[in-house]
């Protein structure tokens, strides 16, 4: 790791002002997913091929059109990891073999949604990480199955509405961690970052950049359909996701866990539940105190045992 | 040229090496594994210059051999059985990219009931996939046409992945007297891997396997693939040639053993049709003038070849090493398919399904075959589609049954006496 690059972005601005990545695609208007790629690809560059599995991501590339610079391959739900590898493989072979130059390499890049990264794609990406897999995995976080109408997922809060958890209570499970399943692989590098927080992401981009092995990345990505709010508020309940304490900023880098941006004064939680309409069962006919409560109590018990 | 002892797994496994394959993904299955255990020991003590890993499942494996092959590179690697049918999204996948590579599949039946042993049911369960086909008989064919398949799958009229078939065990495990060509003659008859237009370059930023929306743009492209595997048929005539040129074996699309003047022919694929080429000598011997056809490709499937081939031939006993479940064997259906309406098409296409989890097909049961199907051209009649299984089999599975049957009454006896307190005499 060099300490130039690593320390480039210091600034919001000297976040670069233009995007690399084209528009006119598909996804939905406000998609936070959408918001953190354009962020991380202006940092990664066009020297890169992006490995991708089954999700609302796929229709960025719709025949004859990409919004992409570099490379891009879509695999299947499950395997984008593997596809990663052939393609890391390949090239070492061909450097190897000196049938290509250095410069023709890339970073190969893996984009899945939250539902293959913690679910069905799991395997794949243990697999890749066992294997020491030089590759930037990034997940773009809607907690739930998108691109099929948003149905739970493991990444799913507990209590939010889906489309699969429409009862009083909503979705009776857990998120689940995803951050430390990936941690206890000891990879080079995990981080989660979320677009509303540019300069964050971008330090974290660029050091994991800068790294070589599994650079595992989870982005929290609001989604004004899966998570019904109006798609103008996006940035805004990304931030409340910070200063509520619900999507915490860390990183995991040579065995140890450091948070990036600790919320001092953190925001009560229902600031950050109130605008989502997943969550207006909580709200309304009547408030439900108890589930208030105890989601509120999940994230100070977190806090709690960050801070000490 | 050298003679050797090899078993199928050895010869497909020589077959890779000879052909310079840059890498191999890997899974290990049962009967298959022999083959990337020796990869794996040759490029471990330098004999190989190739780059061996094992995935944590055949569909990572697929998919690391298809993104691999569309990065520009030689690929090979190798499957059975249950390995197959997991891989089986990436088969159809990958087949859809064109990433042209090479996997040995040794065939093995399917789950449930689980067994180790051969039957076709894995393989004619990627026969739409888009993978070409190749059928092996015999440890030479295996060797020579992983050779061709590379050829196959790499040619500009294909560019396709390319699946070459030995049946486990017969194949797999059995050692027979193989000739290994020289490798400076493998390395000029495969000849360089030449990409094309199908690589991952920084200089040359590239979008592979991107979505379509609508039926248009599908339709083209799904199309597209069929009439390239469809040039497999000459394409392989031309390797065949080439490779006969080089090494001096010759593979035809479709096998023919003492057909020209059969009154009746055996259809079966793989290592069986050894044993129906026995029963063939033996029924000729006999008096009856029978012949065999082996189709050594299955996709593209070669219609005009038995349309040809089968001009003027009465009767046609097709063997399936498979069931299509609730429909029957696979090659007699596609075989009819394409000879109906043809004017000299055989009168009578017959069915039999045998040789099922390994079980093993006698020469008594191609004699029966024989003489029922002769009986039912005589008569003008038809002959509905029969399981080889005999009359014993079913005693003695049966039995087994009744034994396993009293064994657990015996123990519910038991038990329930200790539980009365009575003690266990
Ligand atoms: C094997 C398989 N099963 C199911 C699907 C259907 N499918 C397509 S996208 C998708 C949702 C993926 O969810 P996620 O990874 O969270 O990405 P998102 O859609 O949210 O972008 C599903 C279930 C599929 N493509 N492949
Ligand atoms: S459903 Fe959500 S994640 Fe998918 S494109 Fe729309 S806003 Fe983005």
Known sequence: ??????????????????????????????????????????????????????????????????????????????????????????????????????DEDMQVVVLTGDGSA?????????????????????????????????????????????STSKGARGFAGFKKDLFSIWAAHQPAY?????????????????KARSLKGPRMIIALSPCPTGWDYDPKETVNIGKLAVKTGVWPLKEYINGKVVHTKIPRQRQPLEDYLKCQGRYKHLFEPQRNEVMLNQLQQKIDQYWDNING | MTRMLLTGNAAAAWAARLAVADYIPAFPITPQTEIIESLANWIDNGEMDARLVTLESEHSMITAAGAAAATGIRVYSATSSQGLLYAMEMLYTVAGWRAPFVLTNV?????????????????????????????????????????????LAEDARIRLPVIVNLDGFYLSFTREPVELPDADKCRQFVGQYDAQNMLFRASRPTSQAVAVLGGSPYSYFRY???????????????????????????????????????????VIMGSYSSKAKDAVNSLRDAGQKAGLLRPRLLRPFPAK??????????????????????????????????????????????????????RDISSEEFFEMAKEVSNAVKKNQPLAPRLLYTETELRELRKLQAVAHVERQQLHNSRQQTKKGGAIK
């Open chain 1, 1 to 102: 790791m060099t300490e130039a690059a690593v320390g480039f972005y210091r600034r919001m601005k000297d976040l670069p002002s233009t995007h690399l990545l084209g528009t006119g695609t598909a996804m939905c208007a406000g998609c936070g997913g959408l918001e953190a790629l354009h962020e991380i690809y202006d940092i990664i560059g066009d020297k890169s091929i992006f490995v991708n599995a089954a999700g609302c991501m796929t229709l960025l590339s719709v025949y004859p059109f990409t919004p992409f610079r570099g490379s891009w391959l879509y695999t299947a739900m499950a395997s984008a990891p593997a596809g990663a590898q052939g393609v890391r493989d390949a090239l070492d072979i061909l450097k190897a073999k000196k049938q290509i130059t250095d």
């Open chain 1, 118 to 162: 913690y679910g069905m794609g799991l395997s794949a990406t243990s697999g890749a990480m066992e294997r020491d897999l030089d590759f930037l995995y990034i997940c773009y976080d809607n907690e739930g199955y998108g691109n099929t109408g948003q149905q739970y997922s493991g990444a799913t809060p507990h209590a939010a509405k889906t």
């Open chain 1, 190 to 206: 995990v981080a989660t970052v979320i677009g509303a927080e540019p300069l964050d992401l971008a330090k974290k981009i660029e």
């Open chain 2, 107 to 151: 065939s093995r039946g399917l789950s449930s009931p689980i067994t180790l042993e051969s039957d076709h049911n894995d393989i004619v369960a990627a026969r739409d996939c888009g993978f070409l086909q190749i059928h092996c008989s015999s440890c030479q064919e295996v060797l020579d046409n992983t050779l061709m398949a590379f050829r």
């Open chain 2, 224 to 266: 597209e693939t069929h009439l390239a595997a469809q040039n497999g048929l000459s394409v392989y005539e031309d390797v065949a040639t080439d490779f006969e040129q080089h090494f001096g074996r010759h593979y035809d699309v479709l096998e023919a053993y003492k057909t020209e003047d059969a009154e009746i022919v055996f």
């Open chain 2, 305 to 358: 070849h038995f349309q040809q081939a089968l001009k003027d031939v009465k009767a046609v006993a097709v063997i399936d090493q498979n069931i299509s479940t609730g429909m029957g064997g696979v090659l007699h259906t596609e075989l009819s398919a394409a000879l109906y309406g043809q004017t000299q098409a055989p009168q009578l296409i017959a069915s039999y399904m045998g040789g099922l989890g390994g």
